[in-house]
């Protein structure tokens, strides 16, 4: 029996056709299979989908699906899953939204497509005067997609990751087979799926929580020379209550060997930014976002006075910007035009995503970040660094998250080239090394694995269950297989 691979890309479905789920050296296999399940094969179409963002890694689909509907989903994997012909698929978010936005009457919360992108729920929402309360940093990415891992960013510490967002979902399970589900509604589906990696099923639908959208936000950086100063004032902030505090917390670091973006400040300071940190090597940025409607409102004008007030950063190095609300949010997309204008952005992008618990980063720090980090040649991209409170998680869905109630994002988003990406990927693995050899506890995000014993340390306590869930709703092992989880 032929065992193939298809991807389906969501929604456009990635349909591998080919003897394992293959790596970049191998080729696809030739395989025919109905004009029924509507595939696309044309090499212009296959190229483009076997490359994602990272850049490293290529996978060559045998079929693309682009669905009208889930039901065109469910057609396909139900000939997978009771064919003769074995093939796998990888659902891929692409923006292509199967049944619009709908929305309860009293937009308490809108049912959105998989495939839709959160730049496009953001841009509906926010017109009627609501939106979602938890946003990732890069909006052109699907709700489908974060809501399989976990969708993080600066707002996680108030109102928790995408995930915890999240009252309903339809699942396309590997059996083919469509299924409503919520904490009461088929649980183990909907905490499984929920993080679970795209293991369990395609969301097709996802209901999710909306609040009273904002006009404007005043948004804020701060340079510090002292990590400990840094840290205990991103702890702080986290620590408010959402009437005091702000509304947006995460953090940067500015090296002296990488790129120092001085841009945000005013341009007669740019040039002291940049000397602080060829001064220092290390300056950290605190981020901070306080949203608004009317700038007249009391309590905006307490909590920024309290802010630039009481805080620790250096004096004179704080600059703020008063933009819409929207812009905020969509405040990545500026840097990708800009990268692309210098065909920047389609390059390799080894990145690397870790929680870090909050009584071992003091030595995260000095062990990765001034003996690892600072003492390459150079770096490039992006640092982010700052903190989040656990209690903000749900504990039941797949999603691995440290085991302490504070614990820090680090995302270490490093862009390559071609000629040095193995040279960025073994710093990576010195980082996991040291924190393994030296007992920090941390959690990967965004991982890949190749080694099924790593998945199991992994999930920990959660891989009896995240094993049986396998096994209930894609037992032959359809859904993607490019993990290496079973």
């Known amino acids: 029996m032929a065992n193939l691979l298809l991807m389906i890309t969501l929604i456009t479905v990635l349909v591998y056709l080919l003897p394992s789920f293959a790596k970049s050296s191998e080729s696809t296999k030739v395989i025919t299979l109905p004009k029924s399940l509507n595939l696309l094969t044309d090499p212009s179409t296959i190229s483009t989908a076997s490359h994602d963002y990272g850049n490293v890694t290529t996978v060559t689909p045998g079929g693309i699906l682009c669905p009208s509907s889930s039901a065109e989903i469910s057609r396909l994997l139900r000939y997978a899953a009771n064919g003769e012909t074995i093939f796998q698929v990888v659902a891929r ?46 909006l052109h990415i699907s709700v489908g997609g974060t809501l399989s891992n976990a969708g993080i960013g600066g707002q996680v510490f108030r109102n928790g990751p995408q995930i915890s967002n999240v009252l309903e979902l339809d699942v396309i399970i590997g059996k083919g087979e469509t299924l409503a589900c919520s904490p009461q509604l088929n649980p183990e589906l909907f905490y499984g799926v929920l993080g679970g990696l795209g293991q369990f099923g395609i969301i097709s639908r996802a209901r999710i929580v909306l609040n009273h959208a904002p006009k404007r936000a005043k948004w804020f950086k701060m340079l510090y020379s002292d990590f400990t100063a840094f840290t205990k004032d991103q702890e702080s902030l986290i ?66 006075d309290k802010l630039t007030k009481t805080l620790s950063y250096l004096p004179g190095f704080i600059s ?47 062990g990765v970040v001034k003996d690892i980090l600072l003492k390459q040649n150079s770096t490039s991209g992006v640092a982010l660094f700052y903190p989040t ?12 998250i440290p085991d302490e109630d504070v614990f820090y994002v680090v995302g270490l988003l490093q862009a390559a080239s071609s000629q040095n990406v193995q040279e960025v990927e073994s710093v990576n693995e010195a980082i996991i090394r040291f924190c393994k050899d030296s007992g920090i506890k941390i959690k990967q995000y965004l991982m890949h694995f190749t080694r099924k014993e790593d998945w199991v340390e992994h999930f920990g306590s959660k891989w009896g269950a995240f094993s049986k869930r396998k096994d209930l709703f894609d037992p032959k092992k359809l859904l993607s297989p490019g993990q290496d989880i079973f």
């Open 93 to 138: 978010g692409q923006g292509h939204s199967l049944n619009g936005i709908r929305w309860s009457e009293d937009k308490e919360y809108v049912d959105v497509a998989g495939g839709t992108l959160w730049v496009d729920v953001l841009r509906e929402t926010a017109e009627k005067g609501v939106s979602p309360v938890s946003w990732t940093d890069y």
């Open 389 to 400: 409170n656990r209690n903000k998680w749900d504990n039941g869905m797949s999603a691995m």
């Open 320 to 366: 703020m910007h008063d933009v819409l609300y929207f812009d905020f949010l969509n405040r990545v997309q500026v840097e990708e035009d800009k990268l692309r204008s210098l065909a920047l952005w389609e390059v390799p992008h080894p990145w690397l995503n870790l929680y870090v618990p909050k009584t071992q980063i003091l030595d995260f720090h000095n």
């Open 239 to 304: 620590s408010m209550d959402n009437d005091t505090g702000i509304d947006y917390v995460e953090g940067q670091l500015l090296m002296s060997n990488g790129i120092v973006d001085t841009s945000f400040f005013p341009p007669s300071d740019q040039s002291k930014v940049a000397d602080l940190v060829k001064n220092h090597s290390i300056i950290y940025v605190l981020e901070v976002a306080k949203y608004y409607d009317d700038p007249t409102v009391p309590t905006t004008g307490q909590v920024i």
